[in-house]
């Protein structure tokens, strides 16, 4: 058997833990509750960084979360129950402070929500590669969320591709889609200041639709109406439009008539709860996450986090971070 840690373990002792609970619209706190006790196999992490998934924490934050996907939306260390109270996220980077030897003093990444010290199984972490520093580890579960989407597109070689709404998931499909040979990627979005990042990751910028036109494959991923009519005016004849946005109760409207069936498109909902069928017999959930941390070795990735937040004052800067009109990309929780 492998040894443990000797120091006595703190989460023995009656040790408390600082969490971000979403407690009503529009209102978060900061709670202190106590750590169970450390089994064998498990492990102590002290958090070093989390970061928002501005999408889904934003509907989380507003109440937006029906009995209807409850289930599909909870993350897979949650507490609580939607709508709230609810302890929320699954972005967590930390160091392993007490555990099995194997894993002591390494930067791991979980599904864990936004709290300061945690105690997880083992088998429920993945250590970061040496190239891909903590901070920057913090985009993984956007990272094998946009990984899931191309997979899902079927984008190969030389195709035309648009993404629409280049928040940090349609960047992320953005920076994935300009590797493919020879494709010709741009991104739309009405925020200039994302067109230099699309412009490092080897891509084009439009500011609006118009000028876009004949794609082979389309990615929407601005959780509009908008947003999802003006990517379907992209598409060519026999084209995919890959729906990558999650809109929880917000109705949608779209126009499903005239070109649309004219032109034969495919509409594709891509979530990464499921890996593609194709996929899915060699590629487990654990094995997709493990190459998302891998694709975020480039150092590109970095100009993606735009903001980082003392976890301290993370309650009083939700509404802005999660607001309708968010400044930036990514924003990341910083803990001491």
Not at 85 to 95: D, F, H, I, L, S
Not at 156 to 173: F, P
Not at 317 to 326: F, M, S, T, V
């Amino acid at each position: 058997m492998e040894a443990q840690s000797t120091r006595e373990s703190s989460a023995q002792v009656g040790a408390t833990a600082t969490a971000l609970w979403y407690v009503g619209p529009q209102r978060a706190d900061v709670r202190t509750e106590t750590l169970p006790r450390r089994g064998e196999g498990e492990l102590l992490v002290e958090t070093r960084w989390s970061a928002l998934s501005r999408g889904t924490e934003r509907l989380v934050f507003a109440g937006l979360v029906g009995p209807d996907h409850s289930e599909r939306m909870r993350a897979p260390m949650q507490d609580g129950e939607f709508p709230f109270p609810v302890k929320y996220g699954y972005c967590a980077v930390g160091r392993v402070v007490e555990g099995p030897q194997r894993f002591l003093g390494r930067h791991v990444f979980v599904l864990h929500p936004h709290q300061d010290r945690f105690i997880v199984q083992a088998d429920d972490v993945l250590p970061i590669p040496e190239t891909v520093p903590p901070r920057r580890a913090t985009l993984a579960a956007n990272m094998e969320t946009a990984l899931n989407a191309l997979w899902d597109s079927g984008a190969g070689a030389g195709d035309r591709i648009v993404v629409v709404g280049v928040g940090l998931v349609g960047l992320l499909i953005t920076y994935l889609a300009a590797q493919l040979p020879g494709a010709e990627v741009t991104a739309v979005d009405p925020d200039p200041a994302r067109g230099a990042i699309a412009g490092s990751f080897g891509a084009h910028f439009a500011a609006c639709t118009q000028a876009v036109r004949e794609a082979d494959v389309v990615f929407h991923t601005s959780a509009s109406s908008e947003g999802l009519c003006a990517a379907l005016s992209c598409c060519a004849t026999e084209a995919s439009l890959v729906e990558v946005s999650w809109y929880g109760d917000k109705a949608v409207t779209v126009g499903l008539g005239g070109s649309f069936h004219a032109k034969r498109l495919r509409l594709i909902s891509s979530q990464v709860g499921a890996v593609p069928a194709a996929r899915a017999p060699r590629w487990p959930h654990k094995r997709r996450l493990a190459k998302a941390l891998d694709l975020l070795a480039d150092p590109r990735l970095d100009a993606l986090i735009t903001e980082d937040v003392a976890f301290a004052d993370l309650p009083g800067a939700l509404a802005r971070i999660l607001g309708d009109d968010p400044q930036g990309v990514a924003t990341v929780v910083r803990y001491a």
